[in-house]
């Protein structure tokens, strides 16, 4: 399996055939037919039954969206239990066994990925892994699909290939793209890019221009990381407030001496912690 | 035990027995049967309310635990115990509440092996497992005080410091940490939440609810034993909460204009007015009443204001993890019945366990002692029936015990009756019309009934094909779901997988591709095989121009408005009720969103 396998979707040739979603069910062995959508689902066609879809937008664009296997995964770095993997080769992965089903990373993804199996006692998160057991076991050279594309709109290869093949397009027909790869550094980077002839900013809950690139991880981590520091430093000051004011109490008892100096530790001023 | 307790228990059996309905099909139809919750809003009340609520509400056991003993505020020990309680409690009714709300319920333990340190959840879970069973060291002196344990007792006597100092620092972290599980949603989270002080704002609310919920529970436990309110111990805690609130009013003030936000404050929005209703609960209001002396010093007044202060302080842990996410999910989710009843219903039953021991350990000794002097007083006798009064005669506690029983099993019988037990669906859009009944088309949501027969019998079986507008103009018995696939998306006509599973799998590639080209634009056109379904004797549609057909939504309206219009204009009719809207549509249809309407506009 080739390193940082990267899918990159090219909006202007996609004709929206849906061939890819038919491939995806197929290998992944989805039932064909969607079952009833629920109240509140979500309008990019995206369930627990269809893991790649097509977005229809205005002037018959047509959009594909699926797992971005981003390089810093938001819903990796909050399942609690490590759930969600991501392998060393790059795709995301889910284990079942594992994962507990908090729906943790169905709040985190922002762009609104990982889907649930709402209708059932025995559920589990369902997303696009980029095909990786059966490319990891060798069974098939590319996604499945990335081969059903008649178009040649989505195209596999390494991150890097991926790039400057967009980059080339770019250059190649100006006119016709936005001069941006979606993709690039949107959440710190994705294993999915884009080039389109359209803003694909609705493709997240915001658009990620507003939000800047940072991978979303390195936003709970800056708290997280005071934690041990937090716990010894809370633990060490309640300790020494106690001792302080006890000491004063003590002193006051024994009537003997004056209270020592540091007597404010237990004034009303500091119900705060 | 006063009447206000009996009736208050028969009250709260009473919904948990509706619960206790409801906890049945929760476990056996699964979460979409008793939820509203989607893929959009996979956290819900449950989350909001039970889990991150109930946290912060018991956040009075390490607040309380500081005064008394680290700040050494004797006249604040009375207050410890029941604070104490209440925090095992409310962690009890967390972890009760996750069961619900987990997907896989049974894997619950797996924080303890499943490591991920990176994960705010990971941390909290581990904080709460923690804290449980220091919380339960605390309390264990309160069971083992009247017992033969005296050993055991004295030991965690001596151990009570050590393990509140302990409960306190486990507190700072796992409370702020559920402001940090919010961090890593800016896409969702509305910018008056979402800000990265969350953890500090968490924290310092959480104190605040701690004290108000201290004060509430204070006041409600003496009305209901009809004991003489703690006045000086409830207006001192007061004062304390005054100056939490004030606190937290300033920072999130601060932090607002800090971050250059404070104008959305002002917007006028829907989050702008749900910041200041929540801000308002929670915040200004209790504050302004605490910081009258008069009021501090009235149990109505402390109770008002406290009550006040919870609801705001739970709706805050229900905004930041629901309602200002709507703004981005654009998709609104409001819990079902049964999730109120769970929510209500686990309340309830640790709302029983807590009088319980309240009851019968001396958590607050004088409440123990009544209740003792009563249940002396109180014989264990089977009733009788008095035929001459004709009353039943038995004792007190017994009689309570019955209703009690009562109550909880209507209860039952009436929840396992009205409750779901199908999920909730936006169904396959359209039904199919047998003979001369009346569709629904999009139900349960948007639901329009179409009158059928009565459009057959008004233009005649040969003009099926004026609707029945595509390849098949002689056919009623084909559901309009079958080419509209979805109600709102448009969706290609041809069925690839249908036509691959009738054809007989990649073996018969060949019968329309011809070899080594399974593209769409090279293979045969459906007129080659399906002449005679696309024979065009209707004037409607003879060709097709699109690949894809319009969503249901549109294809119907494209339809039915057409003909609606010429109807409503004719003058022959004069029918103008035939172009409105409602005419049809009885329900409101959901918003809708972006995505939609672009592509309703896109079709014209």
Known sequence: ?273 | MTRRVRITKGILWLITGLAAAVTIIRFTRGLGTVTALSDTTPWGLWVGFDVMGGVALAAGGFVIGAIAHVFHRERYHHAVRPAILTALLGYAAVAVGLVYDLGLPWHIWHPIIFWNPHSPLFEVAWCVMTYLTILFLEFLPVFLERTRFQGLYRTLLRLQLPLIILGISVSTLHQSSLGTLLLIMPFRLHPLWYTPNLPELFFVSAICLGLVMVIFESSVTAWLYEREPRTRMLSGLAGFAAGGLAFYFAFRMLDLWHRGKLGLAFAGTFEANLFWFEMGLSTIVPLLLFLIPKVRRSHTGVFIASSLGVIGFLLNRVDASGLAQVWATRTHYFPMWTEFVISLGIVSLFALIYLFIQEHFPVEKEILDEEEKWRQRQLFVLPRFERLSEVWLGNEAFASRRVYSAAFVVALVLGLTLAPWQPLVEASPVERARGGDTLRVGFPIGTVSFPHADHVKRLGKKNCGICHHLHKPGDVGTPCSECHRDMYLPTRIFHHERHVAFLGGNEACGRCHPKGEPKAATAKKCSECHQKDMMAKNEVVTKFERPTAPGLRVAAHGICIHCHKQQAKDPRWKKPDLFRCATCHRTPVPQGEAVLEASLKSEG
């Open chain 1, 1 to 273: 399996m080739i390193k940082a396998p990267c899918i990159l979707n090219d909006v202007t040739r996609c004709i929206g055939c849906e061939e890819c979603v038919a491939a995806c069910k197929k290998i992944n062995g989805l039932p064909q037919e969607d079952p009833p959508p629920r109240v509140g689902h979500s309008s990019d066609g995206l369930s627990a039954t269809r893991w790649t879809s097509i977005v229809r937008r205005p002037g018959g664009v047509s959009v594909r969206k699926q797992c971005r296997h981003c390089l810093e995964p938001a819903c990796v770095s909050v399942c609690p239990v490590g759930a969600l993997q991501k392998t060393p080769e790059g795709p995301v992965i889910y284990d079942k066994s594992i994962c507990m089903g908090c729906r943790y990373c169905m709040m985190a993804c922002p762009y609104g990925i990982p889907h649930y199996q709402w209708n059932t006692v025995n559920p589990s998160i369902r997303k696009c892994i980029l095909c990786y057991h059966k490319l990891k076991s060798g069974e098939i050279d590319t996604p499945a699909c990335v081969t059903a594309c008649p178009k040649e709109a989505t195209t596999f290869g390494s991150r890097d290939e991926m790039l400057a093949e967009a980059r080339r397009r770019l250059k190649a027909e100006p006119k016709k793209y936005i001069q941006h790869i979606w993709g690039e550094h949107e959440v710190g980077g994705t294993s999915v890019l884009y080039i389109s002839n359209v803003d694909l900013g609705f493709l997240a809950w915001q658009d990620p221009k507003f939000l800047g690139t940072t991978a979303l991880p390195g936003r709970t981590w800056s708290a997280l990381r005071k934690v041990p520091y937090e716990f010894i430093g809370m633990a060490a000051s309640m300790t020494a407030v106690w001792w302080i004011i006890d000491r004063r109490m003590r002193l006051e008892r024994e009537g003997g001496d004056e209270p020592p100096a540091a007597s404010e530790g237990g004034s009303d001023g500091g119900d705060e912690q």
